[in-house]
């Protein structure tokens, strides 16, 4: 009788230790793609005199940060 309780007892341990385990859903929206990159975000977290929709501009900026700032040959030298 007591060894019953013991094997009942060990089994809802196990299975609540291995609820515990389990991944949750992942149910965010991920990224939007109604808006062209180059539209802005609203933010005041802009670089000066960049205008919002001035797609020229963004693929300026994002080649000048690719070339200077994320090169790890121009920055090493």
């Known amino acids: 009788m007591m ?5 009942t007892l060990v089994a809802v341990l196990a299975l609540a230790g291995l609820a515990a385990c389990t991944e949750k859903p992942q149910t965010g929206g991920g990224v939007r793609q ?3 990159p180059s539209a802005g975000t ?8 960049w205008k919002a929709g001035d797609k020229t501009g963004w693929e300026q900026q994002l080649k000048a940060r690719q070339q200077y700032g994320q090169n790890e040959y121009t920055r090493i030298r």
């Not at 060894?3 to 094997?7: F, L, M, V, W």
């Open 3 to 7: 060894r019953a309780s013991i094997t």
């Open 34 to 36: 109604d808006t062209a």
């Open 42 to 49: 609203g933010s005041n977290f802009t670089q000066p005199g």
